[in-house]
């Protein structure tokens, strides 16, 4: 895997001849002649800052982008001269714009900037000490955010596996990726603040929902991962993140749900719009994700485990008790139902209306009873 | 009344203003750092801590301070008038420009560490010598 | 590649029973009694609310981490109870002394808590007069584009190991991704700053390429971090360190105090896990060393190139500050690895030959 350049410096004559060069003056300026486009760059919209859609002109932007743009394959920016026989290769994978672009990500890399929160300090942890909460319920919202401190960080592992694969030419691409890599340490490091700071504790982990995080890992293809993690896993995420705001014991943990929500919304939105790029320049892999979903809705149907339920049962009722477990049933059945229903409209957003038929919950509903009204239209 | 620079007071009253405009400290981050300012022989301990400069006195072990930043008084006092007559450091005169090349201002530090904290929160330490602008400061 | 389940799960009429079961409202609930180590932490200091550290108490601390792991694979977080069948998810990076830093959690802090966004932070209405010839903002496009790829495969590196590394780790994997989103932000500020106005980027450089591929190719994180954390990081920060210098406007000075600041970061981490490593494995050493050997042999060919030389030159005014950049740079990186471990590199560095070369 180690690389070290062509050159052995210390002994090239060269250099030292350069260096002399320079000492007397004698400049090269080759880079003063770099024949790049020059362009006026300004900000369109004063509050809004200098942003990514301000610099996306010509041959620096990204509308123009080609689908292979062949040539860079190291370090060089975007719209920079550089020389295709002297660039050191950094071997990308994803060379596509298909691969891994999405519309809008200029825009969602700008937002999620500009919405960095910090679970140290924009949660009033001190406030914990002026609510009142039951034994019980502070046991089941610790299964609750040990299951998110466990999941959470899947979604900055599988980023980060695949950004160095990245072609740098997709530069914005990739620094959404960063950003949703911070999001989601932020999203570990709340959760598991908040479950040593309760009087509780960690609880178990969830064997079901490591296999759902391993299978994400494990992707073929980042489209493949994405289409498991962005729009399934985070949907359902996100689902239950809105629901949790609602259960959530004390007005601290409804901060946390409202700060968390909106970067796991950003993370779906991806998903959502590079599967709708995906659908559109890319048809021809359709079959390829519907297998890729066929085995993660399979592994997220797994994930219907005891532990994670039961605790959003016992919050949503309220306790223990069989009146306060039978409201919490309703309510976390709503809600489950409520991530499939969401799922099937993020489909047809991007355009892959017939994963609904297809899809493995489908059938699993159908046989549960539960009420056909949300399910998605036959395929034609 | 005027405050005399260099004295404790001086540097008292900076660290008034780091309380005084805590929402601009605040977004510059946490600072973390004791640290010296050496004006001639006259050496000041400056503590800072999660946001703002929390003690100030005269004197101070060099051996357990982060960094010092050591200058003659002439050169302080040009920092110090830059600061008050262009209501913030001019290119010229701010902390990294006057300690980035020759012996202007040099940061002398034990550890390699604590040298760096210098530059880990520069925009912070930066900050607070330009709070120099809201004193009435006299100069020595 | 991909993870196929031992069971087409929505076939599978256990989950369906288990379902059902939970529907009617037969709920376990044996879970509520596997409960970690009780704790009740609270910041420390309230003003600057709840950290890493206020939480790494008790079987929480890491230091009550093994110098191998051997018993958790998956992403099951530190402290939690561990049932069976918890899959691997096959990290790579298992040893504390591999990542470890007992200043990564404070840097993980302060990274979030000095952050800045350059499209609304950076006050680029400043360079309408940026106060410098054409011939200077040229210069400084050029040398705007060299951090942009720097900022790239920083980025790049981080993540490249970030994923690889033990969730027991976490505050290690938390400050990557601080590594990752600060990288980012550098190749950002820095095209836009590159673009901004009348703005072009200029030319790719051959030999800094050579040397980032070298940085990212690193057999090994330890290797890797060396050379990025302590090598690059060294002359990034004293790259802003002379931009903020040598500004004219206060867009640059933003952008050179700014990037000082986070590039020390990186730098701090660096020292803080090779003096950490070679304490726990001093067998370590001689790779490292062969590997900056190496690494600053590459460096010394972007150091002399055209594309980074010449325009700090012209930025500088002239040779001498440009000299005395560099001369300082070494100094400064030498007391670095010293302070990490690693002795004098000073006899076997390519540098000292290289700054001869430089001034004879």
């Known amino acids: 895997m180690s690389y070290y350049g062509p050159t052995d410096w210390r002994s090239n004559s060269d250099l030292a001849l350069r260096m002399r060069d320079i000492r007397k003056g004698n400049l090269d300026l080759g880079w003063l002649k770099a024949g790049t486009e020059k362009l006026k760059f300004s900000q369109e919209n004063p509050k809004r800052g200098f942003t990514y859609l301000d610099v996306n002109k010509g041959s620096y932007g990204y509308d123009e982008l080609a689908e292979i743009p062949r040539g860079p394959r190291g370090a060089a920016p975007r719209g920079a001269a550089y020389d295709p026989d002297h660039q050191a290769d950094l071997e990308p994978e994803l060379n596509r714009k298909s691969d891994v672009w999405a519309y809008k990500v200029a825009s969602f890399t700008e937002e999620a900037v500009s919405r960095q929160w910090d679970a140290t300090t924009d949660i009033p942890w001190n406030d914990l000490d002026k609510y009142e909460r039951s034994e019980e319920l502070e046991v089941a919202f610790a299964q609750l955010c040990t299951f998110f401190t466990e999941v959470e960080m899947i979604a900055t592992d599988l980023p980060a596996k695949w950004l160095w694969r990245m072609n740098n030419q997709f530069h914005e691409v990739k620094h959404f990726i960063a ?157 489950q139902v409520k991530q499939m229903h969401e799922y099937f409209h993020r489909l047809r957003r991007a355009g892959f209306e017939d994963r609904i038929p297809r899809s493995k919950f489908t059938p699993m509903l159908n046989d549960l009873g539960i009420a056909p009204g949300f399910i998605g239209r036959p395929a034609g | 009344m005027a405050i005399r620079f260099p004295s404790v007071e001086f540097f008292q009253a900076l660290q008034q203003r780091t309380k005084d405009e805590k929402a601009r400290f605040e977004k510059l981050g946490y600072c973390d750092t004791t640290f010296g300012v050496r004006i001639g022989k006259d050496l000041f301990t400056i503590a800072f801590e999660v946001y703002e400069c929390v003690h100030v006195h005269e004197g101070g072990d060099p051996e357990r301070l982060d960094f010092v930043l050591t200058g003659p008084p002439a050169v302080w006092n040009e920092m110090i008038a830059a600061i008050v007559k262009g209501k913030g450091a001019d290119g010229l005169h701010t902390l990294n420009t006057l300690s980035h090349v020759g012996d202007v201002l040099r940061v002398e530090s034990v550890d390699a560490e604590g040298n760096d904290k210098f530059y880990r929160y520069m925009a912070s330490l930066q900050e607070f010598f330009d709070q120099a602008q809201h004193l009435d400061v006299k100069l020595s | 590649m991909s993870y196929i389940a031992p069971k087409d799960y929505s076939q599978d009429p256990e989950i369906v029973a288990k379902i059902m079961r939970t529907i009617s409202g037969q709920l376990d609930l044996s879970w509520m009694k596997k409960i970690g180590e009780r704790a009740s932490f609270r910041p420390s200091q309230p003003a600057r609310g709840l950290t890493l550290d206020d939480i790494n108490h008790g079987a929480y601390s890491p230091d009550r981490l093994p110098e191998v792991v051997r018993q958790n694979f998956s992403m099951a977080p530190r402290g939690a109870i561990l049932p069976e069948g918890l899959p ?96 980012a932000r550098i190749a950002e500020a820095f095209r836009k700053r590159s673009l901004a106005g009348d703005g072009q980027l200029g030319v790719d450089c051959p030999e800094l390429g050579d040397f980032l591929k070298a940085i990212f190719a690193s057999d090994t994180y330890p290797e890797a971090s060396a050379s990025m954390n302590l090598l690059l990081f060294s002359w990034v920060q004293a790259l802003s360190r002379h931009l903020e210098f040598t500004a004219t406007n206060a867009a640059d000075a933003f952008l050179g105090t700014r990037l000082a600041q986070d590039a020390t970061r990186f730098i701090a981490y660096g020292v803080d896990h090779i003096r950490n490593l070679l304490h726990a494995r001093p067998v370590e050493a001689q790779r490292l060393d062969d590997h900056l050997d190496l690494c600053e042999n590459a460096l010394v060919g972007a150091l002399g190139a055209p594309e980074l030389i010449e325009p700090l030159l012209i930025l500088s005014g002239g040779f001498e500050p440009v000299a005395g950049l560099y001369e300082r740079t070494v100094n400064e990186y030498f007391a670095r690895c010293s302070a990490a471990g690693l002795g004098d590199r000073r006899s076997r560095s390519p540098f000292p030959d290289f700054l001869r070369m430089l001034r004879s």
């Open chain 3, 88 to 183: 691997s998810l096959g990290y790579r990076l298992n040893r504390k002394s591999d990542v470890w830093a007992d200043v990564a959690p404070q840097l993980f802090e302060e990274g979030k808590s000095r952050r800045w966004a350059p499209a609304h932070d950076v006050p680029w209405t400043a360079l309408a007069e940026p106060g410098h010839s054409e011939e200077v903002a040229h210069a400084l496009r050029q040398l705007s584009t060299n951090l942009i790829s720097i900022g790239l495969v920083a980025c790049d590196t981080a993540a490249l190991w970030e994923w690889r590394t033990n969730q027991e780790f976490h505050e290690i994997k938390y400050l990557m991704c601080v590594q990752m989103y600060d990288a």
């Open chain 1, 179 to 335: 950003t949703q890599a911070m999001d989601e340490a932020r999203h570990a490091e709340v959760f598991r603040k908040r479950v040593l700071a309760g009087g509780v504790g960690l609880m178990e982990a969830l064997p079901q929902a490591e296999h759902s995080l391993k299978a994400i890992l494990d992707g073929d293809t980042y489209s493949d991962a994405s289409a498991f993690m962005h729009l399934l896993a985070e949907g359902n995420v996100l689902t239950m993140f809105r629901f949790s705001e609602l259960i959530s014991p004390t007005p601290v943990d409804k901060r946390i749900f409202q700060l968390v929500m909106q970067d796991e919304a950003r993370h779906v939105s991806y998903g959502l719009q590079h599967l709708k790029w995906t659908m559109d320049h890319t048809p021809e892999r359709k079959e390829q994700l519907h297998s890729a979903l066929d085995e993660a809705e399979s592994v997220t149907i797994n994930q219907f485990d005891a532990a994670l339920t039961e605790c959003m049962i016992v919050l949503a009722g309220k306790g223990t008790k069989p009146d306060q477990i039978a409201e919490g049933v309703k309510i976390v059945g709503d809600m």
